[in-house]
């Protein structure tokens, strides 16, 4: 069992940055791969990066792509996502979580691969 705890939210003007720390624990191993997701207030949750966990593969979706950028620190065994040019639209609470990646090594993608998630953390972007 994997277990994850996100930090690093708050309160952001737009065009400002905030660099969000998933804190990765339990059984992980050379399959495994975490995920940044993201859910707007009153919308679905929807995926914005995913890394492998020994850091060679990673995959942006379109909204965060050349705004965020995901990495791993596997001296803290965390993996983090920067958030550059912030806008109100990315206004959600964002969760890290836990999948495998798939037989042919691709990353996961769909939230149904993801069977570890952790609580979430509210970034707002407002003036």
């Known amino acids: 069992q994997v277990q994850l705890v996100e930090s690093g939210g708050g309160l952001v003007q737009p065009g400002g940055s905030l660099r969000l720390s998933c804190e990765v624990s339990?059984?992980?191993?050379?399959?495994?791969?975490v995920g940044w997701w993201r859910q707007p207030p009153g919308k679905e949750r929807e995926r914005a990066a995913v890394i492998s966990w020994d850091g060679d593969a990673t995959t942006i979706s379109g909204f965060a792509k050349d705004r965020f950028f995901i990495s791993r620190d596997p001296a803290k065994n965390t993996v983090e996502l920067s958030m550059y040019n912030l806008q109100p639209e990315d206004t959600a609470v964002y969760y890290c979580?836990?999948?495998?990646?798939?037989?042919?090594?691709?990353?996961?993608?769909?939230?149904?691969?993801?069977?570890?998630w952790g609580r979430g953390t509210q970034v707002t972007v407002s003036s």
């Open positions: 979580a836990a999948g495998d990646r798939r037989r042919d090594l691709y990353l996961p993608t769909s939230s149904a691969e993801f069977y570890s």
């Open positions: 339990g059984r992980t191993s050379s399959r495994t791969a």
